[in-house]
T-cell receptor
Framework: LAKTTQPISMDSYEGQEVNITCSHNNIATNDYITWYQQFPSQGPRFIIQGYKTKVTNEVASLFIPADRKSSTLSLPRVSLSDTAVYYCLVGDSDDMRFGAGTRLTVKP | GAVVSQHPSWVICKSGTSVKIECRSLDFQATTMFWYRQFPKQSLMLMATSNEGSKATYEQGVEKDKFLINHASLTLSTLTVTSAHPEDSSFYIC??????????????FGPGTRLTVT
């Protein structure tokens, strides 16, 4: 199972775009890249998933280079309510392990 | 979207007693359910994976006789912490996967259960 590496923490300000990069050098051909958001004392919430190139939904974009050894979650115009821990997972639905995650703090 | 519930949301028990936590998929049939444990300020740690009607597969280091998992139906899995001790105090989260909808590989997470053993 591909191991993921993310920054431990990041700070940002309201209205800014935040990019969180995840490294997954050993990603397998069949692996998808999925990002989750977690608030304290809550279960993780799905943000976005992709396999290659770029994926965009109503809350985020996911950029995946051709070699798929990394991915970048982009959150446009963050607000205080985006303060949370963000996890990058690589694998399929039956084999997903959480890394340490990135603690994002959005300041006013 | 798919909804997973957990019950109870929090529980306090005395050391030596057993506690059962339920995980239900409310609007889909969960072929596979997962149980995680999360300590404060730490990431989620996978405890076990279970498929309906078969024995759970436990991660290395997780005592299967202490953490009993039953996945009796496609909508219900239970985790029983037997002879609980204070070190078992943690946040327990379940998740489930089912037939893919518009997403291919996604786990639907429950809200979690806070267990405190006194």
């Amino acid at each position: 199972l591909a191991k993921t590496t993310q920054p431990i923490s990041m700070d940002s300000y309201e209205g800014q775009e935040v990019n969180i990069t995840c490294s997954h050098n050993n990603i397998a051909t069949n692996d998808y890249i999925t990002w989750y958001q977690q608030f304290p004392s809550q279960g993780p919430r799905f943000i976005i998933q992709g396999y290659k190139t770029k994926v965009t939904n109503e809350v985020a974009s996911l950029f995946i280079p051709a070699d798929r050894k990394s991915s970048t979650l982009s959150l446009p115009r963050v607000s205080l309510s985006d303060t949370a821990v963000y996890y990058c997972l690589v694998g399929d639905s039956d084999d997903m392990r959480f890394g340490a995650g990135t603690r994002l703090t959005v300041k006013p | 979207g798919a909804v997973v519930s957990q019950h109870p949301s929090w529980v306090i028990c005395k050391s030596g007693t057993s506690v059962k936590i339920e995980c239900r998929s409310l609007d889909f049939q969960a072929t596979t359910m997962f149980w995680y444990r999360q300590f404060p300020k730490q990431s989620l740690m996978l405890m076990a994976t279970s498929n309906e009607g078969s024995k759970a597969t436990y991660e290395q280091g997780v005592e299967k006789d202490k953490f009993l998992i039953n996945h009796a139906s496609l909508t219900l899995s239970t985790l029983t912490v037997t002879s609980a001790h204070p070190e078992d105090s943690s946040f327990y989260i379940c998740s489930a996967t089912g037939d893919p909808w518009d997403k291919i590989y996604e786990q639907y997470f429950g809200p979690g259960t806070r267990l405190t053993v006194t």
